[in-house]
């Protein structure tokens, strides 16, 4: 055939769309199982993290082992029999067998619905509690924000708070992963006397003589929005539609 040909000419191009497509095709199925691989160690390490175990000297699977992971009904607060490790709770909150919608006054998360049972993940030295780390998500100013909180067995005083996943604006909203302001949740309390998730993030700074100073948390300049949105997914994710039930059950019960 002449290169001119109008044949050759779609015979080379359908011939190199056909090698191509069967390259990536094949590079998508061969590398899959790697890929789920990596978003499970990834969450693994996100967990460790948040639970204040992480070290990238050691095998984040030898790590987890110190990890127990459990499957909560989040109306009752009572553990379900659910493989912990198969559970996704993302997942979960798309399906309508397995969500429930929230009613526009209770989502200060802004996220309409979510899965009926949630992930939580216990801490513990023998047999004593030592942080126990729940997932919490909610609408910033652009994106939904996906993260972990981390409290102490008196199930109110934060330990770790941070985002694994968001689209927030780099330098404005994105500060939410900066490690000066995620400092700044450690030893917060998150509960007023009354039981109610009061934690506030304030604008500006919080004063040291407000006596009220242990449930506030400094603003982030310039990036308001996504400050209020991080607040309210808090208060959500700890309040009686979220973990509220589970957390005061684990309290009557001595954090088991
Ligand atoms: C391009 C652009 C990106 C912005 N990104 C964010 C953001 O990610 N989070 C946020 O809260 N505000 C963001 N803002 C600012 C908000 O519109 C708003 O002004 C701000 O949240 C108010 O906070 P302030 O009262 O602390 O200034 C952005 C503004 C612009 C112009």
Known sequence: MSNDSTMKIFT??????????????????????????????????????????????????????????????????????????AYDQRKAAKDPASNIAITSEDDLAGIGQRAKYASVYLLKD???????VLPLHGKGLWSTMYGFIAL????????????????????LGGEVDNPNWKILWVDKKVYNEQGDPVIDVIKG????????????????AGATLTANGVENLVRYWLGKSGFGPYLKRLAAEGGV
């Open 12 to 85: 080379v191009a359908f011939s190199l769309c056909l090698i191509c497509s069967l390259l990536v095709s094949t590079a998508a199925v061969g590398l899959k199982s790697i890929q789920e691989d990596n978003k499970v160690k990834e969450r693994k390490e996100n967990i460790l993290k948040a639970a204040g175990i992480y070290n990238e000297d050691k095998s984040v699977d030898e790590l987890y082992k110190q990890i127990e992971p459990k499957v909560v009904d989040l109306g009752s607060g009572e553990y379900v029999d659910v493989d912990a490790a």
């Open 126 to 132: 023998g047999d004593k509690l030592k942080r126990v």
């Open 152 to 171: 102490a067995p008196d199930f109110n005083t934060v330990k770790n708070f941070g985002f694994y996943e968001h689209a927030e604006t780099p330098g």
């Open 205 to 220: 700074n919080v004063s040291p003589t407000d006596p009220a100073a242990q449930y506030k948390v400094d603003g982030i």
